[in-house]
């Protein structure tokens, strides 16, 4: 499955990899771009293995909101 993020407070290079890295970590995440920019990040996962509820932790975890 694959399901568009769109996260606030990205701002930097950083930010990227801190996001990246913390989905990467997930059991079921099999892919993670992240577009600076737009601040949309784009994940593929086994829907078996990670819920987007996972997906939104790891990423409030490390400071940062999704837009619902």
Request: hydrophobic share 35%; proline share 0%.
């Amino acid at each position: 499955m694959q399901i568009t993020l769109e996260v606030k407070g990205m701002t930097c290079g950083h930010c990227e990899s801190s996001v990246k890295g913390a989905l990467e970590e997930l059991d079921g995440i099999t892919g993670v771009e992240v577009n600076l920019g737009s601040g949309k990040v784009d994940v593929t996962y086994d829907d078996a293995k990670a819920s987007v509820a996972d997906m939104r932790e790891a990423i409030e975890d490390q400071g940062y909101d999704i837009v619902a």
